[in-house]
């Protein structure tokens, strides 16, 4: 399979507890967005990423959230603290440079803050 | 700041009917995308308008780009029930000062396809 990756699909944690995402781009596409679903609710932009440049950040990103690219290749989306309010799916995108961006998605991370 | 707007929010439709679903969007944009979400499922990709007058078509769907009046259109032919999921138009806006697109995704219209 060669679309974007996400690890884990599942996450299940208690509040105030830090967890981790994981994501895994197109192999050649250069660029990575993270997004946050909630149920009813399109994608919300978070983060975005071009090689390893993290290039902008949402104000919906609290300085509880930090994201990395660190080789251009995978990244990591990290939440400290949790609350319940982080309970959401959570998208990974990658694109190619090129004239239409076009952005393909992951199969999604689905934070649960119990 | 640039908002997007779909209607209707929901939509129910008997097979074999036409229906059209409308993405407004307040700022200027030359880059327009279409989105299916099943259930529980991710985001898949349908089509990519980046320039006025766009008109792509696959099968029973059609999307239409208006820059002018800053409105797309997601046409429905003959719909069938494998057409039930929930459809996201999202529009990218420029930042000038990052260089970059951001994209701002429409709340989403869920269409039950019923036979």
């Known amino acids: 399979d060669t679309g974007v990756s996400q690890d884990p699909r599942h996450k299940i944690t208690k509040r105030g507890q830090n967890v981790t995402f994981r994501c895994d781009p197109i192999?050649?596409?250069?660029?990575l967005y993270w997004y946050r679903q909630t149920l009813g609710q399109g994608p919300e932009f978070l983060t975005y990423?071009?090689?390893?440049?993290?290039?902008?950040k949402s104000r919906l990103l609290s300085d509880r959230f930090s994201a990395e690219r660190p080789k251009g290749s995978f990244s990591t989306l990290e939440i400290q603290r949790t609350e319940q309010g982080d309970s959401a799916m959570y998208l990974c995108?990658?694109?190619?440079?090129?004239?239409?961006?076009?952005?393909?998605f992951g199969p999604g991370t689905r934070l649960t803050v119990t | 700041e640039l908002k997007v707007e779909q209607n209707p929010l929901f939509l129910s439709m008997q097979e074999g009917k036409n229906y059209t679903i409308y993405c407004n969007y307040s700022t200027t944009s030359d880059r327009l995308y279409w989105y299916r979400q099943d259930p529980g499922k991710s985001l898949e990709s349908l089509f990519v308008?980046?320039?006025?007058?766009a008109v792509k078509q696959e099968g029973r769907l059609m999307a239409s780009l208006d820059t002018k009046a800053r409105l797309s259109t997601l046409h429905i032919t003959a719909a069938v029930h494998d057409l039930s999921a929930t459809y996201f138009c999202a529009v990218a806006q420029y930042d000038s000062t990052s260089g970059t697109y951001k994209y701002i995704f429409g709340t989403g219209t869920r269409l039950k396809v019923l036979a």
């Open positions: 990423f071009q090689n390893e440049a993290q290039l902008e």
């Open positions: 308008l980046l320039s006025n007058g």
């Open positions: 192999s050649e596409h250069n660029r």
């Open positions: 995108a990658s694109s190619l440079n090129g004239y239409s961006y076009e952005q393909y």
